[in-house]
C-alpha cells in the first residue's frame, strides 16, 4: 500500500535543506519578530472554535477548490465565524510560503501554519512567515523531538497543535505540556477519514487539555456530535471547500458546536 505521509516526509527533507541554503537560520532568526499566543487567546474567549482550512488539494484525492484562491477563502472563512485559520506550505497541497505571507497581510485571524515540520528551522521560518500557531506531528517525531519543538514554538511566542493518531501518539502527546491536542481522523497511510476513529481515543485524552477534532468532518451534526463527545473545537478543510455554500458552511461549522449560537 503506498504510504502517502512517508513519501511527503521524504521530499520535505529536500524542501527544508533547500530553505536552509537560501535563507540560513540566522538570517530567519533576525527576520521575526516574537508573537503572543493569539491562538489561546481566541480559544479562551470562545466555548467552541472553528479552525478553517484554506485548502485547495489533497495528495490522495487531487484538486478539491477551484472556485477561489486561498487568500479568497481566508476572507470567506474569517468574515463567517471562523476563529483561526490554518493555511498551508506544503507542496501536495498546493501551499506555499508565499500564499502564507498574503493571507497574513490580508487578515486578522491567527494562523496556523499546516505543513510537515520536521526540523526546527521550519519553526523559526513558520514565525517569520507570521504563524500564530505551527502543527506538530506526533507520528513523524520522537517524543523527545516533540517536546523539543513545542518548546522550540512557546520561545517564539507561538502556539503548538499537537496531531496524534492512535494510542501510542496520545501517549507521546500527553507526555508533553502541549495545551493543545488534535486528534487526526485520517488514516496516515492511506489519508481516508472516519471520525469514529475521534470516538476511539477520546477515552485516551486528557480533557484538561484543548481538543481538536480534525479531518472527515462535512455536517453539522459532525461537528455537534464531536461537541458532545468532549471536543472544544474543529480544524474542517475539505468540508468547506467543497460546500455549495462555502461561507453559509463556515457559519454551520462554526455555530454548531456551539451551546448557543453567541459562543
Known amino acids: 500500500m503506498r504510504d502517502i505521509l512517508a513519501e511527503i516526509v521524504e521530499k520535505k527533507k529536500g524542501i527544508v535543506a533547500d530553505a536552509k ?13 516574537c508573537g503572543n499566543f493569539e491562538m489561546a487567546h481566541r480559544f479562551r474567549e470562545r466555548k467552541w472554535n472553528l479552525i478553517a482550512e484554506c485548502k ?3 495528495p490522495a484525492k487531487g484538486r478539491l477548490c477551484r472556485r477561489y484562491s ?9 468574515d463567517n465565524g471562523a476563529s483561526m485559520l490554518s ?3 506544503d507542496p501536495h497541497f498546493l501551499g506555499c510560503n508565499e500564499d ?18 520536521i526540523d526546527a528551522y521550519q519553526i523559526y521560518e513558520a514565525r517569520m512567515l507570521g ?12 517524543p523527545e523531538t516533540l517536546k523539543k519543538f513545542l518548546y522550540t514554538a512557546w520561545s517564539l511566542g507561538m502556539d503548538a497543535l499537537v496531531e496524534v493518531h492512535d494510542r501510542r501518539d496520545m501517549e507521546a502527546a500527553l507526555a508533553t505540556p502541549a495545551e493543545f491536542i ?23 485524552a ?14 453539522g451534526e459532525d461537528a455537534r456530535r464531536l461537541r458532545s463527545a468532549g471536543c472544544d473545537g474543529i480544524l474542517v478543510g475539505e468540508g468547506l471547500v467543497r460546500a455549495d455554500d462555502v461561507a453559509a458552511q463556515t457559519r454551520l461549522m462554526a455555530a454548531a458546536g456551539a451551546v448557543n449560537p453567541e459562543q
Open 87 to 89: 493555511v498551508h506550505t
Open 131 to 142: 504563524a500564530n500557531a505551527v502543527l506538530l506531528i506526533a507520528r513523524i517525531l520522537t
Open 56 to 58: 485547495l488539494q489533497s
Open 206 to 219: 486528557d480533557r484538561k487539555r484543548t481538543l481538536i477534532s480534525e479531518s472527515g468532518i462535512f455536517t
Open 100 to 117: 502564507f505571507r498574503k493571507v497574513r497581510a490580508e487578515v486578522s485571524l491567527p494562523l496556523l501554519r499546516k505543513d510537515f515540520i
Open 182 to 204: 488534535g486528534i487526526n481522523n485520517r488514516n496516515l497511510v492511506s489519508f481516508t477519514t472516519s471520525i469514529e476513529h475521534k470516538m476511539e481515543l477520546l477515552p485516551y
Open 21 to 33: 541554503r537560501q535563507m540560513p537560520l540566522d538570517e530567519v532568526k533576525r527576520a521575526l519578530v
Open 70 to 78: 486561498v487568500t479568497e477563502l481566508a476572507h470567506i472563512y474569517e
